[in-house]
């Protein structure tokens, strides 16, 4: 049988882009899963934090932030969230930067992570991203954190042991570090078969582009030496 191919994904919850980018993976493969010989896929979610200098609590707006972060006055700011806005409303998300509640994501990798050993990894990246760009939750907090962990199938409690023991976050930090090592320093990115990088929120014809062509490699037959 033919190994799946693995994609593994470079991602913060707290980007607009990541969950278009997201989406737009998951339309790609679901059209290139009707064909004849569909692709076998693995998936798997790693961590990027694109401000970890971020509070937990941060006083005042994704204006705010996204004009101190990045020096650029809010008018160009309000330009650019209604952009991303647009374009994620296109791959059917419906954002809303006006409840967003910007904050520290460490915790929430963390989770992520606590969820991947339980089997629950794309469930939990789904409903933190929901959470945050179209529910206003606060996802610094550890009670949110758990409400969302049960909503995505978690136990509670160990979901709570999980964050307050930081077990994970040296998990958290070695997907930073080969993400390092891999030249990333922008997220969404895309390892596809780790050799393969995609950059950016592709749209969906281009995942299934890819994923159709290193599904006919790995169909090729290995070559034989001489």
């Known amino acids: 049988m033919t190994d799946a191919i693995k994609i593994d994904v470079w991602s913060d919850i707290a980007c607009p882009w990541c969950y278009i980018g997201k989406r737009n993976l998951e339309k790609g493969l679901a059209e290139a899963s009707r064909d004849d010989d569909a692709p076998a896929v693995e ?9 970890p200098d971020t509070p937990v609590d941060f006083e005042g707006d994704e204006l705010d932030f996204l004009s101190h972060h990045k020096g650029m006055p809010r008018e160009q700011v309000v330009e650019m969230l209604d952009r991303v806005t647009g374009v994620a409303a296109d791959a059917g998300l419906e954002y809303r930067f006006d409840l967003l509640q910007h904050t520290n994501t460490v915790k929430a990798h963390e989770l992520l992570h ?3 050993e339980q089997g629950r990894q794309h469930d939990m990246a789904e409903r933190l991203m929901a959470a945050y760009f179209t529910e206003g939750r606060h996802l610094g907090r550890e009670d949110e954190l758990v409400d969302l962990a049960e909503d995505a199938g978690l136990v509670g409690d160990a979901a709570r042991e999980a ?4 077990r994970y976050l040296d998990a ?11 030249g990333i320093n922008g997220v969404p990115f895309f390892v596809i078969d780790g050799k393969y990088g995609v950059s950016g929120a592709q749209p969906a014809e281009a995942f299934s582009q890819i994923v159709r062509q290193v599904w006919a490699e790995h169909r090729e037959p290995a070559g034989v030496e001489s």
């Open 114 to 116: 606590f969820a991947k």
């Open 172 to 182: 958290v930090r070695a997907d930073q570090q080969e993400a390092r090592a891999f």
């Open 163 to 166: 964050l307050r023991s930081g």
């Open 43 to 51: 998936v798997t979610f790693h961590s990027f934090e694109l401000s």
